[in-house]
């Protein structure tokens, strides 16, 4: 397997002269890397001119206690950091995943004698069993990035035991089909949990070596697969031999799925912290991640975008190359099924020898510069498209599975590379869905779109053509986007990094200030709608019983915002924070039951129901618990006696001034900690506007946070104690509301004054609370 062992660790560039040349340099001539090549490429990646080291660049593999080793540590020494357990049980699973899965294929023709089924009904099994993988994977996703991942991957390992098992007993094509169903939902743990497991336990140093292991334990697997399954049924013999294959793979599954339970869990972003900031701080109680908060996220990661949108683009070739391939065998030289299962092989064996090389290459790569890993994944792509065409006119069996060595080699090494480069341009916290994600891309586009491609093709020209019009341009389009990507990886990195400092600097405020600490804040918010950003680096924090006005030109940004902190939409940098912990991905109902509240204006009454039945539906999330809804429900209309007068009339019957009331009163059934107003006083009488005054000031007696947009100057200097005024998307003001007046570009945006006043230099540092005046 991999050499990184204890001899000391070797590099075989050739410097800046082509990964390719490198790569070969890296099998053939090991030479150790100088520190000043170590140096000056961590001086290069330095991005955006901060002097801070990126994740898994340069010091790579700095010790816990802080000290860097001289160079990045050796598949050994990183095992040991991370304890070898993790590894150990996750390489084994995945080797009985890949024995088994290769199972189908081998016992077929025994199970559709035994089942009675067609050769069709055998193909569609054994294809739905992989798309029951991808579906799993956005589930699964999303509980790797929530809970304890060793419980996770011993319950889903577990079940595919259970799974293999019950294919042994199965009396029918239908049981057979339902038992590969949950074995491949059981699967889908396998890339999101255990790949996010692995990052997390393990320094980034060795990332690419532990993926090139687990992928050459796999292959292995799989090439092995034929001889201990067909051995197993042949052993057995009979027309039921195959069953005693599934109950027999069934048994090493369960042990393993045991020993899973009990796997450590490491402190998520471990390695990410140990080597940004020197240190591992912990988030102590995180909320739950929503799914499309985390996915809205996740696109904005332009490598990803871009890794995904290149795998996308070569599934169209990937997923139906195999099936064509062995359709070609079989119509142009007639090979039955086990010399086509040979011609498979021998590109199987090659890619076992090269594997580890890879691996190791990678990573010394990617601690140079990470670009240039990804770029080495792109270069081993590309080329292996020209092969195809070799591959599909050799003049015999032999010289066609000799062209497709290369072709396996190359691909099984850019795609057991590919995880350990999504692990860590991924923000830590969404490495599950992250992972999810690209295989919802890849199969759903790519597969599907490639089978619908092939389909006319194969009928009107034969596999040949097939696989020339699809395979050959889409790998090449994929490998190059992937080279493309490489632009990004530094950029979005860098963001990584500027997260986590971040984080600590909070950290650290919150160790010196535990009292101090606001009930929001936000913090580096950028936020686009498309291509059009529309909010660039906003931060403030509003405290206990404070009323934060946000004023602003027309399209300033300023419902963006509100929308961002309810959760309505998702930054695409930053951080928003209730009572300190970190929200940016929690979806808009949890944050409501956390006591994000907006409110909803006018609008956001049921006009049909009565002023108490409102109420009632008000108070839905918390229907699970009457006494609470109804104490709440009094408490609420106790502010609003003229709503008490109107109780069991129809909410259309309410003036808008009194439906803005119930409305209010609506939102403070949720017992919020804050509160977000979007246009207060909008269309009302000045009456019914002091009124809300009133209630507001209340509110704020009682210690509750608002954030208020105002097109009002005079409502928002009356009600908040500071205001924060934004221009395009950028805030120009923060201060005291009291002083907004006097300040000239206010006066030109709400009084018609002098409109070119200079709004330059008003802002003050996010969270401060200045008082210009
Ligand atoms: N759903 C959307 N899609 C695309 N662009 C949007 C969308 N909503 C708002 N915008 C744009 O984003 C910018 C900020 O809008 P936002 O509504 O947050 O501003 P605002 O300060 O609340 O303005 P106003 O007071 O006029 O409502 C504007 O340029 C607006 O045109």
Known sequence: MDGGTAAPQRDGTGGEHGDLADLAGAVLDESPPTAARRASGRSRRSAGGADTALPGVGAAGADPAGKPPAEGPTLRQGLRRGGTSVFTVLLILTALDELEGAALAVLAPDIRDSLGVGNGTIVFLGVAAGAFTVLGAVPMGWIADRFRRGPVIGASTAFFAMMVFLSGFAMNAFMFFWTRFGAGVAKSNSGPVQGSLLADTYPIGIRGRLGASIGVSGRLCAVLSPLVVGGIAAAVGGPDGWRWAYYLLGLPVVVFAAFAFFLPEPPRGQWEKTEVLGEVIEDENPPPISIEAAFARLGRIRTLKTVILAFAAMGFGLFTTPVLGNLFLE??????????????????????????????????????????????????????????????????????????????????????????????????????????????????????????????????????TAVLITLVPATIIGGLLIMRGAEHVHGDLALIVAELHEEQAEHARRQAEPDRLPVLQVNHVDFSYGQVQVLYDVGFEVRRGEVLALLGTNGAGKSTILRLIAGLATPERGVIRLNGRTVTFVAPEQRVRMGIVSLAGGAGVFPGMSVRENLEMGAYIHRADPDLVRERIERSLALFPRLVERADEPASALSGGQQQMLALAMALLHDPEVLLIDELSLGLAPAMVGELLEVIERLRAEGLAMIVVEQSLNVAMSIADRALFLEKGRIRFEGAAADLAERDFVRAVFLGGDAGADTSDERSAPGESVDHG
Request: proline content about 8%; glycine content about 14%; overall charge positive.
């Open 331 to 464: 119509q142009e030289y007639g090979l039955d099924a086990f010399e086509r299962g040979m011609v498979g092989t021998a590109g199987g064996v090659a890619g076992l020898l090269v594997l580890p090389f890879v691996g190791r290459y990678y990573d010394r790569r990617f601690q140079e510069d990470p670009a240039r890993a990804l770029r080495l994944i792109g270069l081993l792509i590309v080329p292996s498209a020209l092969f195809a065409p070799l591959q599909f006119f050799a003049p015999n069996p032999v010289l066609f599975a000799v062209f497709g060595v290369p072709q396996v080699v190359l691909l099984s090494c850019a795609f057991a590379l590919m995880g350990p480069l999504m692990q860590t341009i991924v923000p830590y916290r969404l490495r599950g869905l992250g992972t999810a994600m690209a295989s919802i891309y890849v199969f759903f586009i790519g597969a599907t779109g490639g089978g619908l491609v092939s389909a006319p093709l194969i009928d009107g020209f034969g596999p040949r």
